[in-house]
């Protein structure tokens, strides 16, 4: 997986079965299906894999409990048997998560153990784990951290946990493995059309040396998420709105305000959404909200009422009361919601999960759905893509593929950090060996090593600070002090493995400085400390 490869594959390649705009889940879901299924595919994103709401989600593998309580069965029963085809092809990022739902009536276990029940139901043979119905004395022993004024009884149940940003990046690597191409800080600036009025590829330019190519494919697949609909003006400036990008926060907090394996489900807050508080990489992620935005942003803020709600609400459910002082890291991410009404004939409703829409030009585009049900949307998303264009091919193959860094979830050691990498495990040991460097810590106060940072610039397309930091380890999103007094030293490695020039380090360090003080809820002041 390395950059100057996959762009040298774009002139060797005459015209491309299909061209995937997007490295978003839903963009890397429909690249992988399309190349496992034997096509010439080519994936393009304008900035890093899972720049946008990909690394932003509440890092669940879920049917969706709310969805349940709508009535929507359908889409529960869809999505859990996603989870556990997830939980089977890439066992090393997902794990089996207990949730606990802290009950303050008498009638509230009963009420989530009879719905809770049903969910396990729906998942038949791919279930996570039998619902349980557990009394105050218990509650308090698993949930040591939990309020317990009024607490009347709690509810266990099962469902999935991930690091979504590491999902990504094994999907980019899936891709690459099955034949195809998938090229990073390559933003597509338009569409080409042939003298009939259909497409026949994209124009795209390299945000790097800002060169500009012509793309030739048979099929073009606009995966954008919440940027759907400017890909659809390029296409047709008349389209109408298809995506309306609603926000959600999360706020992460030391692992003392949970002290517990066991994650909390509030199931009913003030704005009537479900408030999580879930543990992972051992701190606490809080979240999340349903805030409707006029327009869409690669880098979204927490809205002041946003961050008040989430920590007010925390405050009811937890005995430790958080204040913005605790909040080691803020992000927010934008989801891509199907637009209420539809404008165009042309359009195909897939599931209530998740739409495909084809326009007359050919152009097929991908909205709505979660990270939960990516495989499913991207197989609707190529499918729809084959019928439109009659092109030949057989049905898709990823259901039960193995995704890159899978082994088996017995052979997966989550008391180490290093247990997202899966499969490549030995190969980052073997590089913390190497070099005494390599084995020290980014920052004291975090497990992350250098070697981890040297893989991502090496194997996994990691481009600047902000993709080794955010995503490929997550400090920027689990401390973002931490990743800040982090950033030269990143810096530095990255020019050492680049050949970059000392103004390079400069300027980057002052550029994620600057994006990284926006995760932040308090005034930053510099950190010194010792790197050994």
């Known amino acids: 997986m390395k950059r100057n490869e996959e762009i040298s594959k774009l002139a060797s390649v005459q015209e491309w079965d299909f061209i995937v705009i997007g490295g ?9 299906d399309a190349a496992s299924r034997g096509f010439k595919t080519l994936l393009l994103e304008s900035h890093d894999f899972a720049k946008a709401t990909s690394s932003r989600s509440t890092k669940l593998v879920h049917g969706g409990v709310r969805y349940l309580a709508q009535g929507d069965i359908g889409l529960v029963k869809e999505a859990l048997k996603e989870r556990g085809l997830l939980a089977q092809n890439a066992a090393h990022v997902v794990k089996n998560q207990s949730f606990i739902i802290p009950n303050y009536t008498w009638w509230g276990g009963i009420y989530y ?3 809770l029940s049903i969910y396990d139901f729906l ?13 105050k004395s218990k509650t308090i022993e698993k949930l040591p951290t939990i309020e317990q004024h009024g607490l009347a009884s709690g509810v266990v149940y099962q469902d999935g946990q991930f690091d979504d940003a590491r999902l990504a990046i094994n999907l980019t690597q899936t891709i690459i493995e099955k034949g195809g191409s998938a090229v990073n800080y390559m933003k597509v600036t338009g569409l080409l059309k042939n003298d009939f009025g259909k497409i026949s590829g994209v124009m795209a330019e390299d945000q790097f040396s800002q060169k500009k190519y012509e793309l030739r494919a048979k099929a073009v697949i606009n995966a954008t998420g919440v940027f759907t609909n400017e890909i659809l003006n390029m296409n047709n400036p008349k389209h109408g709105k298809y995506v309306v990008p609603s926000q959600g926060i999360h706020l992460v907090l030391d692992k003392s305000f949970l002290k517990s394996d066991d994650a909390i489900m ?5 704005d009537g959404r479900v408030l999580f508080v879930v543990p992972w990489h051992d701190r606490a992620l809080v979240g999340t909200t349903d805030t409707l935005l006029e327009n869409p942003s690669f880098e979204p803020h927490a809205l002041e009422s946003e961050i008040n709600f989430v ?7 937890l005995s430790k009361k958080p204040t913005r002082e605790d909040v080691k890291s803020v992000f927010a991410g934008l989801r891509p919601l199907a637009a209420p009404k539809e404008g165009g004939k042309s359009t195909k409703e897939v599931s209530r999960s998740h739409k495909v829409i084809a326009s007359d030009t050919g152009l097929v585009s991908i909205i709505g759905g979660k990270w939960t049900t990516y495989r499913k949307m991207a197989e609707d998303t190529v499918d729809k893509s084959v019928e439109i264009l009659q092109l030949k091919a057989g049905p898709s193959q990823t259901e039960h593929m193995s995704i890159h860094g899978n082994i088996q979830a017995e052979l997966v050691d989550r008391s180490s950090h290093l247990y997202v990498y899966g499969s490549d ?10 070099n005494p460097r390599f084995a020290q810590k980014i920052h004291p106060d975090h497990a992350f090593t250098i070697a981890e940072a040297v893989w991502a610039i090496r194997h996994e397309m990691a481009e600047t600070i902000e993709d080794i930091l955010a995503r490929r380890v997550r400090l920027l999103f689990l401390d973002a002090r931490a990743a800040i007094d982090s950033a030269q030293s990143i810096a530095q490695l990255i020019a050492e493995e680049k050949g970059y020039s000392e103004e390079w380090i400069q300027q980057h360090t002052e550029e ?18 010792n790197k050994n």
């Open 266 to 270: 509030i199931p009913k807050t003030s």
């Open 123 to 135: 998942a038949g043979k791919l279930s996570l784990g039998k619902t349980k119905y557990i009394n």
């Open 425 to 434: 495990i030995p190969a980052i040991k073997a590089l913390q060996n190497s």
């Open 113 to 115: 153990k009879i719905g």
């Open 24 to 32: 978003g889940a839903s963009g890397l879901g429909s690249a992988l």
């Open 512 to 529: 994620f400085i600057d994006l990284a003080k926006g995760y932040l809820l308090t005034p930053y002041s510099p950190q010194t400390f």
């Open 311 to 317: 920590l007010e609400t925390a405050r009811q459910y």
